[in-house]
Each structure stands twice: as structure tokens, then as C-alpha cells.
């Protein structure tokens, strides 16, 4: 079974500890040392993480991965588009998408991003969990790309009356509501409303912004999808 702990989740840095009994992988890494390795603890040592998974290069998820490799000799997986685009070129990159017991699946998203990745982990024991933020619209096939999830994170970045309401320049609003910005909490009402698999027992809501969101309301929107089509589902919140 694979176990799935969002470390912190937001607009200002991102981390998500995904685990077997045997395999350890750090999901992003969007935070220095002092402030991760607390939230870490309850779950394993730094030393003890297998490899690092990075989504893409924006620095509220790679901030604090240079000096956690460099530490600790940790490789990290990747796609090609984010290798090339992070600046530091002695990062042990691994290519294999196997790692300990945990099968990595990677599936390109819409970000404005070099080569963005949402992640699907598949346990030996056939267990699935997902891992998709910064993402504008949902990728082509995605249904069929998380056939069996158990667990699924899943972007809820804002509500829209909020961001068009908030403080960010016209630009910043433009970007987080076009297709390569990132999902609305009525956007992801929508996917559960019509398309969530029924076999996602957990559904995890990330990445929420602080200025134009609120958990409370995130939540509120997600349950409510979730308790009118009947699913069995656990909705929780991961904030920063």
C-alpha cells in the first residue's frame, strides 16, 4: 500500500511525502532545509528518502531541492524539458521509472512550465496514487490516466470571483485562469461531478492560493460535487 502526506501545499511552496514500507520518495521540493526536514520528521529522516520526484522547475517547487540532493546525494526524477530548464547541472538525474517497489508513471500537463508532469505512483501490491498540481485544464485522456487511483491530489488553486476581486495585476489573473494556469475550484467540482473515477477512495485538494481562495470554501465545493453524485469519497484540504 502506498501512503501519501502532503508536507505543504500552496502558492509559496509545495511538498508531498509518498511512501511504501520499503520506498521513500520526496515529492517536490519547494522549501529550504529548516522549514522541511520538521515537516519530514514525523515520517521519515532526509537521509532516508530514496529519490526526490519534481513536477516541474517553478521554484515554489524546486527552491529547496539543490541544497537536499547536494546533502544527501538524492536522485531525482524528472522529465527531460525540466532537466533542461533547472540551472543546476549536477543534479543526479535518475531515468528509470522504477524506484524501490514504486512504479512512477509521468503525465505531461497544461502549466506554463518547460515540461510539466503530473505523477502516477503504482505500488508491487498494485496500490495507485496520483499527484496532479499546476495544471490549467485537465490532460487529455485523464480519466484514463488515473484508472485505479485510490488516492488522488488534486489542484484547487482558486475561486474565480475571488482572483477577478483580488490584488493581482490583470497579467497575474489572466495567467491563473487561462489554460496554462491553474485549476479553479469549480473546475475540479466539475471533473467530480461528471468524470472522477468512483474507485478514488481519498481525494486530497492542493496547491490552494492564499490570496484568492479559501480551504474552507475549496473544501465546500469539492463535498458538495462529491455528496451529489453519491461517491464514497473522503475530501481533505492541504494548505501551506
Known sequence: ???????????????????????????????PSRRLYPLLSPHCSPAEIDAVVLTHEHADHSAGIQSFAREFNVPVFMSP?????????????????????????????????????????????GDIVAYFVDLGVFPDDFVKQICGVRQLMLESNHDED??????????????????????SNNQVADFIAHDMPDNVERLI????????????????????????????????????
Do not use: Q
Open 1 to 31: 500500500m502506498i501512503r501519501m502526506h502532503p508536507l505543504v501545499s500552496g502558492s509559496k511552496a509545495n511538498a508531498v511525502f509518498v511512501s511504501t514500507d520499503r520506498t521513500r520518495l520526496l515529492v517536490d521540493c519547494g522549501l
Open 81 to 125: 524539458g525540466t532537466f533542461a530548464a533547472i540551472p543546476w547541472r549536477f543534479l543526479p538525474r535518475v531515468a528509470e521509472s522504477t524506484i524501490g517497489d514504486i512504479i512512477i508513471y509521468s503525465v505531461k500537463v497544461s502549466h506554463d512550465a518547460a515540461d510539466p508532469r503530473g505523477f502516477v505512483f503504482i505500488s508491487e501490491d
Open 162 to 183: 475571488m482572483l477577478l476581486a483580488g490584488p493581482h495585476h490583470p497579467k497575474v489573473k489572466e495567467r491563473c485562469l487561462g489554460p496554462l494556469g491553474h485549476l
Open 205 to 240: 485538494l492542493g496547491h490552494i492560493s492564499g490570496v484568492a481562495n479559501d480551504p474552507k470554501l475549496a473544501y465546500a465545493v469539492a463535498k458538495r460535487a462529491v455528496d451529489r453524485r453519491g461517491l464514497k469519497c473522503s475530501v481533505e484540504v492541504a494548505c501551506a
